[in-house]
Each structure stands twice: as C-alpha cells, then as structure tokens.
C-alpha cells in the first residue's frame, strides 16, 4: 500500500499565489505519472496538471501559463506551483500517483490518490 499526503491549499484573493505539496509513502517501487486533479462544487473531478517520471508534463488549458508542476523523483513527492489564481480556480485538489510495486515477486500498478486539499480564491 502507498499513501499520498498534500499540503499547501488555503484561501487566497485573486492573482495570488498557492504552493501544493504532495509526499507518497509507502510500498513503492517506482511512481509512473505524478499529478494533481481538482474538483470543483458540483463539477466532475478534472486534471490539472501530471508529469511522467522522465518529465513529460501535461496540463489543462486553463492553467497553461499559470500552473507549474514539478516532481521529485527522489523523494517521491509533486509540487503544484500556482501562480496569478482566478475565483474560477475554486476547488478541492486531489495529488495523483500511478505506483509500481511488488506483491512477492510479481511486479503491480495500483492508482492511488490523496485525501484532497481545499483552495479558494476570493477577495
């Protein structure tokens, strides 16, 4: 079993900025894609931004230009940098791992997520 923990989220007026923080513990061999989801009040939960472990990032066209990720293969953690945030960034975000790991001998990949962290954006 591995664990996600996350950090960061909070309250912030609109063009503020908030860092996420996410720690995986656990039984881990390697961790695949990395990233951050978020759901919104009454909305389906969406990506916001992931990174393979070679780098390869992907993001949500309205976060392009705004949103930073960056992962720590070392210490198995992803960061969320958030830069110039509008009221519309509203939401619980969730981190994201793709864990490999092994049963015995036989090599697994499980999806594991986070317990969520609130951000709010309003004046």
């Known amino acids: 079993q591995a664990q996600l923990v996350e950090s960061g989220g909070g309250l912030v007026q609109p063009g503020g900025s908030l860092r996420l923080s996410c720690a995986a513990s656990g039984r881990i061999l390697s961790i695949n894609a990395m990233g951050w989801y978020r759901q919104a009040a009454g909305k389906q939960r969406e990506l916001v931004a992931d990174?393979?472990?070679?780098?390869?990032?992907n993001y949500t066209d309205s976060v392009k230009g705004r949103f930073t990720i960056l992962r720590d293969n070392v210490a198995n953690m992803v960061y969320l940098q958030m830069n110039s945030l509008k009221p519309e960034d509203t939401a619980v975000y969730y981190c994201h791992a793709d864990v490999a790991y092994l049963s015995g001998s036989n090599y697994r990949r499980s999806d594991y997520w986070g317990q969520g962290t609130q951000v709010t954006v309003s004046s």
């Open positions: 990174s393979t472990r070679t780098g390869t990032t």
